[in-house]
């Protein structure tokens, strides 16, 4: 199975300054494959080297704006039809949005996020957002299970209009074991998982580089043991977003993310 890592830094409507997030990303990801290409002596990085195909949009002009969600929604269907598996970097996570599109309606999305996209608050715009954008998603929606919102306002049975289930940060504080069991259960049966990341769903103590950053977080190395229980066979794709460089910390966030990229290209291939 081939990898195709997609850079799309578009970044409107929210969160504007994670376009360069992914720009960042764009070049330490080129960095670690030429790194592989160099390196002489057999390294872990040789099962997954030859594997990874990359490509970077560009956001410069109106034109490049125009038909965003319509250009991402075809390249993400050729990706998912080849049966590629998909690494999509996305500057806020509204850019995510083709992908919910896209997704067989029988994937489970395993969505980390601090928020919850479904926001229709009084002093929320109802127009098309990175804080809403699962409202204007292609329905039905895809099957969505969020992991490690902070959510006080939004109450249980809005929720579950729109999400199949939903552990929050004071869930997972409360028995991490339990919600990684069911978690495991859920995705036992399912033949294709999504792993889609917004970086708040970090603690801001590891994570600073976002910009709606909440506190009482998860941290970096809950995406491992979520891994562990997703199981890599069924893991068909992770996305990476709302990565704000310039809150960033002598680099601090970039090498997380980084080291989580490279650990998921490991987990899938290695034998
Ligand atoms: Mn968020």
Known sequence: MMTRAIFFPFDLFGSAGTRTGVELLADAFQEMLADNKRERIATRARAYADKVRFEEYTFESLADYKDWRGQARTRVRQVLRQDEFLVWVTGNHLGALPIYDELPRDTLVVQLD????????????????????????????????????????????YI????????SAVDLALDRVAVLGKLREMCQPVERVFLDLDCDVFD???????AQARPCGVDPLFVVQLLDAVGAERLAGF???????????????????MWLMEHVLLTKYEK
């Open 239 to 257: 996305a990476i977003s709302e990565f704000d460089p310039a809150r960033d910390r002598n680099d601090r966030c970039l090498e997380t993310l």
């Open 160 to 167: 579950q209009k729109h999400y199949d289930a939903h552990f």
């Open 114 to 157: 601090a928020h919850l996209d479904i926001y229709n608050l009084s002093d929320c715009t109802s127009e098309l957002s990175h804080g809403n954008f699962l409202l204007h998603a292609d329905k039905p929606l895809p099957r969505i299970v969020n992991v490690g919102h902070r959510e006080l306002l939004l109450r249980a049975e």
């Open 204 to 210: 801001p103590a590891y994570v600073p580089a976002t």
